[in-house]
């Protein structure tokens, strides 16, 4: 998947997961390959996105996740 995290002023990533895990507003949950289209508000927590390069994680206050189509956009704070 095609994953963009976005911050008001920076893009803080951009690249390929193939798993994408987010803390929403009723607990964590995982996006993956050719998932149904979502639009999801985001709670304070952890991001962790399974890489090719391995697992890499972002800290974040607050967000919304936008997907379809394997292409993930979250904003975040």
Known sequence: MNVKIIKPDTTVFEG?????QLP???GLFEIMNN???I???LAPGK?????EE??????INAGVVKGQHNDI???IQ
Request: net charge neutral; hydrophobic share 50%; glycine share 8%.
């Open 16 to 20: 390929t997961a193939s798993l994408v």
């Open 24 to 26: 929403g507003t009723s």
């Open 35 to 37: 998932h149904a289209p």
């Open 39 to 41: 639009i999801s508000a």
């Open 47 to 51: 991001i962790r996105l399974v890489c």
């Open 54 to 59: 391995g697992e890499r994680l972002f800290e």
């Open 73 to 75: 956009l979250i904003l």
